[in-house]
Structures are given as structure tokens and as C-alpha cells.
């Protein structure tokens, strides 16, 4: 069974860092492009960042541009979304995903950033 | 960037009704454009790609049309569990783009 699952989230003030990560397991990880994709409390789905299978290559949103990055490791089949200088417009559910036929989704977790 | 602009925001109908949510691209995405499946609570559910191929367990209610800029997703009966958000995404360049979604809601 398929299974992306995102920890790391919660509650942090604004200009903090949180790093999430995300545990795959169920398919060969490490042959494919992922992605963090996030949803803000009533808006809509927002794609951030994809990272080809080895890492090498990285793309994302001007959104998130110089704040967040995006890395995995193959060999613990991880991904991960290191956030810094986070701003209260970064609320949101966060998940990961394999896009592409199959799809592949995470559940979520949840970021607040709050005073 | 490539803009998706969806329409309408939102589409008030009964079960059975016929469905149709249009996507246009601001760019050529040739067919490289999904549709997906979105209620509170739960992970996005891939419906189309390829502009018009059923994703994997996907009931034959669904179908997808169209390439080069214009898109549409076709629910031919609604089914009760089909009141969500529908967003189309397009996969041809990065950044990987979604359009602003489509509620369908219970008239």
C-alpha cells in the first residue's frame, strides 16, 4: 500500500523555521519527481516546489522563492520542506505528492503561524 | 507562469444534473492538463490527465475534453459524493500550476 506521510507541522511565530517532512513508502521512492503542494484556509490548492528523482534538480513558485527549499533522501525514502522566514500568509495545510499517473498524495499537515 | 483561469466559481445543482467546469490556460499546454478532486479533510483525488484520460478507479461519469488552451470536466449524473471543489492543473512547464477551483454544491 501507497502511503506519504507528512509530520513536522504546528504552531510557530511569524519569522520562524519549521522543517516537514514527509515518509514514503509503498512504491520506488526514488524514481520519482515530488512535490509540496499547499492549501491556505479558504483559498485554493497552490503548488510550491518539485524536486526531480535525484535531488538534482529543483523547481518551485515565486511565492516561496528564497524562503523555502526543497530536498530528499533516497535512502530513508524522505522528503522534506525546510520553511524559514515563515509570515502568517504561510497557514496552511501542506501536504506531499507524486504527481503524475499514479498520484500519490499525503494527508496534510497543518501550519499555523501565529503571535 | 502559466495562469489557469476556472469558471464558473461556483455550480449550484441537483444529483443527477450534468456538470460542466471549463479550465483555459493562459499559455498552449498542448494536452498536459489534469483535473482533480478536492473535500475538506482529505488529499486531492486525481480525476483526468492527460486532458482526458480517467485516472485509475475513476467511475465513467467523468470525462475530460479539450487541449491546447480550453478545458473541460463533463460529471454526466451527479452522485451525492460529487459535491466538491474541481481544480484543473496543468503539467507542461514547471512551475506546475492550479486553476482557482470550481465548488459544485447542492442546489
Known amino acids: 500500500e501507497v502511503q506519504l506521510l507528512e509530520s513536522g507541522g504546528g504552531l510557530v511565530q511569524p519569522g520562524g523555521s519549521l522543517r516537514l517532512s514527509c515518509a514514503a513508502s509503498?512504491?520506488?521512492?526514488?524514481?520519482?519527481?515530488m512535490s509540496w503542494v499547499r492549501q491556505a484556509p479558504g483559498k485554493g490548492l497552490e503548488w510550491l516546489f518539485g524536486?526531480?528523482?535525484?535531488?538534482?534538480?529543483?523547481y518551485s513558485a515565486d511565492s516561496v522563492k528564497g524562503r523555502f527549499t526543497i530536498s530528499r533522501d533516497n535512502s530513508k525514502n524522505t522528503l522534506y520542506l525546510q520553511m524559514s522566514s515563515l509570515r502568517v500568509e504561510d497557514t496552511a495545510v501542506y501536504y506531499c505528492?507524486?504527481?503524475?499517473?499514479?498520484?500519490?498524495w499525503g494527508q496534510g499537515t497543518l501550519v499555523t503561524v501565529s503571535s | 507562469e502559466i495562469v489557469l483561469a476556472q469558471s464558473p466559481a461556483t455550480l449550484s445543482l441537483s444529483p443527477g444534473e450534468r456538470a460542466t467546469l471549463s479550465c483555459r490556460t493562459s499559455?498552449?499546454?498542448?494536452?498536459?492538463l489534469a483535473w482533480y478532486q478536492h473535500k475538506p479533510g482529505q488529499a486531492p483525488r486525481l480525476l483526468i490527465y492527460?486532458?482526458?484520460k480517467r485516472a485509475t478507479g475513476i467511475p465513467a461519469r467523468f470525462s475530460g475534453s479539450g487541449s491546447g488552451t480550453d478545458f473541460t470536466l463533463t460529471i454526466s449524473s451527479l452522485e451525492p459524493e460529487d459535491f466538491a471543489v474541481y481544480y484543473c492543473?496543468?503539467?507542461?512547464?514547471?512551475?506546475?500550476?492550479f486553476g482557482g477551483g470550481t465548488k459544485v454544491e447542492i442546489k
Open positions: 492527460d486532458a482526458s
Open positions: 524536486i526531480s528523482s535525484s535531488g538534482g534538480d529543483t
Open positions: 509503498g512504491f520506488t521512492f526514488s524514481s520519482y519527481t
Open positions: 499559455q498552449y499546454v498542448s494536452n498536459y
Open positions: 505528492a507524486k504527481i503524475g499517473q499514479p498520484d500519490y
Open positions: 492543473q496543468q503539467r507542461t512547464n514547471w512551475p506546475l500550476t
